[in-house]
């Protein structure tokens, strides 16, 4: 805001138009009562010496009142100013506290997401939450059972699955695809890669989770768009069960990429590509969120942090 006439405030005053008050002169006098030198004032608000002089100036003018006046080689207060100073800095506090942290650190922040996905995530965003929000508590989920009505209650803060449609009152973001891998044990048939994707389904399948079925406005995996199809299905409850049906028998399963790797690190597993036939469909799911965190800074470096993990998964 800038002055259009100089506004004069006495003690007395009970109303004045504050719309004719250049309010970032009040730094500046908070500086220099503060400092009680032009130079060094003019540095902690990073103006040149001359502005500041400018400055004091206006404010004299304001304020009807000398406010710092020369003795020997520094300024003294005047009475006014000795008042003024404990007010200037105070209202100075409280115009800070309107724009800072606008959106405080959650309490707690739940992520509901497939298991084979917490495997590579849960670690970073539990790092990411130490160093940028410390008071807030990191609660993975995982599952995505009825997710969407705990977004709207409250009780989750973000999902990351795939939805057909997400409500009104929802966003969505998708995030880049990732390519996916095929994994068996070490001494699979299929190993060489020879073997095309389609045919794949002449071994045993394995479908991770009970809901693996989607409909309106549910969110799932979206594994079971990676399975391939024709032989015998097991379906395992969580994604280790999985690895462990993988070891001890024929079976292959088709998962993003860099979920396959971790499981095969951790299981002794092979990883591979099929040489032959279509290539391997790619994995892509969502990011979903109410819209009453849409502009909350932590919820918004949650879901960037996401997006770069699967991007550099894609890498």
């Known amino acids: 805001m800038s002055a259009t006439m100089p506004v004069q405030i006495s003690e007395t005053d009970q109303t004045f138009d504050l719309g004719g008050v250049d309010l970032n002169l009040l730094v500046v006098l908070n500086a220099l009562l503060r400092c009680r030198n032009i130079t060094h004032a003019g540095n902690e608000v990073r103006l040149s ?10 404010l004299r003018q304001m304020f009807d009142d000398d406010l710092l006046v020369r003795d020997q080689r520094s300024f003294e207060l005047t009475p006014l100013a000795e008042r003024l100073m404990p007010k200037i800095a105070a209202a100075l506090a409280n115009i800070e506290k309107i724009f800072v942290r606008l959106n405080p650190a959650p309490a707690r922040f739940s992520l509901a997401m497939p298991d084979h996905l917490a495997l590579g995530l849960v670690g970073n965003l ?14 993975p989920v995982v599952g995505l059972r009825n997710v969407l009505n705990q977004l709207e209650e409250g ?16 966003f969505s973001r998708m995030l880049p695809a990732m390519p996916s891998l095929c994994i068996a044990s070490p001494g699979h048939a299929a190993n060489n890669g020879r073997i095309a994707y389609p045919d794949l389904g002449r071994f045993l399948s394995i ?25 015998q299905t097991v379906t395992a409850p969580d ?14 399963m088709v998962l993003p990429g860099v979920s396959a790797l971790y499981i095969a690190a951790r299981y002794g ?3 591979f590509v099929p040489s ?3 290539a391997l469909p790619t994995y892509q799911v969502s990011l979903l969120w109410h819209e009453r965190w849409h502009r909350n800074s932590i919820h918004a470096g949650v879901r960037s942090m996401i997006a770069s993990h699967v991007m550099e998964g894609d890498g």
Do not use: K, N, W
């Open 269 to 271: 597993l092979t990883t």
């Open 239 to 252: 994604i280790h069960t999985a690895a462990r049906l993988l070891q001890d028998t024929d079976a292959v």
């Open 276 to 278: 032959a036939g279509p």
């Open 49 to 58: 010496q001359p502005a500041t002089t400018r400055a004091l100036t206006r």
């Open 155 to 170: 009780q989750l803060d973000l999902v990351l699955g795939i939805a057909d449609d997400a409500p009104p009152g929802f």
């Open 126 to 139: 539990a790092g990411y939450f130490r160093e940028v929000s410390p008071t807030t508590v990191f609660l």
């Open 207 to 231: 479908r991770v989770g009970s809901d693996y079925s989607s409909g309106f406005g549910e969110v799932y995996d979206g594994l079971e768009a990676l399975r391939p199809r024709g032989g």
